[in-house]
């Protein structure tokens, strides 16, 4: 059974950082693109961060140079560091598991809830 389970959402004041994790189970960890979406209130989903299997990284406008992206293969665990938080990153924080060969497999965590102040 696959299992996605995020942790480190919270309230925080502007300009304060966060730490994201997404354990995962069930799946060969370092063969799939892990990534952090993000819902707000009346919005649509958005990605926020993406790292491949090797490695490479992609982010959203909106976090370059403030969130940070990363994996620990041993652990089988997927982070997302959030620094400079501003009240517009306030949402559902979801983890999301991809590979895509001759299938498509496609995995999502229940979610964290990040809350920003000002």
């Known amino acids: 059974q696959v299992q996605l389970v995020e942790s480190g959402g919270g309230l925080v004041q502007a300009g304060g950082s966060l730490r994201l994790s997404c354990a995962t189970s069930?799946?060969?960890?370092?063969?799939?693109?892990m990534a952090w979406y993000r819902q707000a209130p009346g919005k649509q989903r958005e990605l926020v961060a993406r790292?491949?299997?090797?490695?490479?990284?992609n982010y959203a406008d909106s976090v370059k140079g403030r969130f940070t992206i990363s994996r620990d293969n041993a652990e089988n665990t997927v982070y997302l560091q959030m620094n400079s938080l501003k009240p517009e990153d306030t949402a559902a924080y979801s983890c999301?598991?991809?590979?895509?060969?001759?299938?498509?497999?496609?995995?999502w965590g229940q979610g964290t809830q990040v809350t920003v102040s000002s």
């Open positions: 790292i491949t299997s090797e490695g490479s990284t």
């Open positions: 069930g799946i060969v960890f370092s063969l799939y693109t």
């Open positions: 999301n598991a991809r590979r895509v060969t001759t299938l498509t497999r496609d995995y």
